[in-house]
């Protein structure tokens, strides 16, 4: 990056260690500026404040990124560390404790989904990759506001509400398959149907096999997400966002070797967590279900 007419600017950098050609020119920087409807022009070179070095600049529409981070993105990564740890602490507890406090894990995911959904449409639409701090954290605020109420709601929906947390585990599950292997299609549309699809099946399984979705969903979901805030505090785990941009735009070629680490990561806490709620909460359940006399004393 160069720091060209006060803004920094994606820069060309051409280095010359032979200072007795190109008349002395050791260094040669052209600044990169973005105008998609622009014929492509070059500015005369400037000498620098060392003589070998010089600069110069460009503008076209070959200059212009192929996509851009979304601001959504950028304002979680300036604090990823508050949101690492939030995704690394409920993801313990629905791991742990999600069957046994299926209301509580319920109305979490709930507001976590419906406050996440808020701010993608909002940073996608009305908000630029120069939002101002302040203005992030506002939008946040209302967008948890919102999701506290959807969550609410959502709790006095049992039956319902545990098909929705299933369905949540499938498209999480069909995001990492996307990430996995499906990217080398290069297809967006397959990207979403493989999620859609694999949503609506855990939905009905979690509708007809509640208790059980409940307990294996949340293990999963609960795993997930504490990978998923290691990932934004280390980095590594590829952003649904950025992974649908570059399928988009053919911009994919390959997915970072530690994203596998973190698939593992998943697999294995995912086994653990479900072993622990089956035998804590899932299988006493079962017992007490199968013999209600035996609470009669």
Request: hydrophobic letters at 55%; one cysteine or more.
């Amino acid at each position: 990056m160069l720091d060209w007419e006060g803004s920094e600017t994606f820069s060309l950098v051409y280095s010359n260690s032979d200072t007795t050609t190109n008349q002395g020119i050791s260094t040669l920087y052209v600044a990169q500026t973005c105008d998609e409807n622009a014929a492509v022009t070059t500015s005369d070179m400037t000498q620098g404040n060392a003589g070998a070095t010089y600069y110069s600049s460009q503008t076209s529409g070959m200059a212009c990124p192929i996509f851009t981070m979304n601001a959504l993105i950028q304002f979680i990564d300036e604090y990823k560390f508050i949101f690492g740890f939030a995704f690394i602490g409920v993801g313990i507890f629905m791991g742990i404790l999600g069957f046994k406090l299926f209301q509580v894990a319920l109305f979490i995911v709930t507001t976590i989904a419906i406050a996440f959904l808020i701010l993608f449409i909002f940073y996608a639409t009305f908000l630029s990759d120069n939002t101002e701090a302040w203005v992030g954290w506002l939008v946040l605020f209302f967008a948890v506001v919102l999701g506290l109420i959807g969550g609410f709601l959502m709790t006095k929906l049992e039956k319902f509400a545990g098909a929705i947390l299933a369905a949540w585990g499938g498209f999480l599950l069909g995001v990492l398959l996307n990430e996995t292997v499906m990217w080398l299609a290069n297809s967006a549309v397959l990207f979403w149907i493989v999620n859609i699809v694999m949503a609506i099946i855990f939905g009905v399984l979690g509708f007809i096999m509640f208790d059980h979705a409940v307990c294996y969903g949340t293990a999963f979901i609960g795993s997930y997400m504490v990978m998923k805030g290691i990932g934004i505090m280390a980095g590594g785990f590829p952003n649904i966002y950025v992974l649908i941009k570059m399928i988009e735009n053919n911009a994919i070629s390959s997915i970072p070797g530690v994203f596998y680490a973190y698939l593992a990561g998943i697999i294995v806490l995912t086994i653990i967590c479900s072993v622990i709620q089956y035998k804590c909460w899932l299988k006493p359940k079962k017992e007490k279900d199968a013999h209600p006399y035996s609470q009669l004393n």
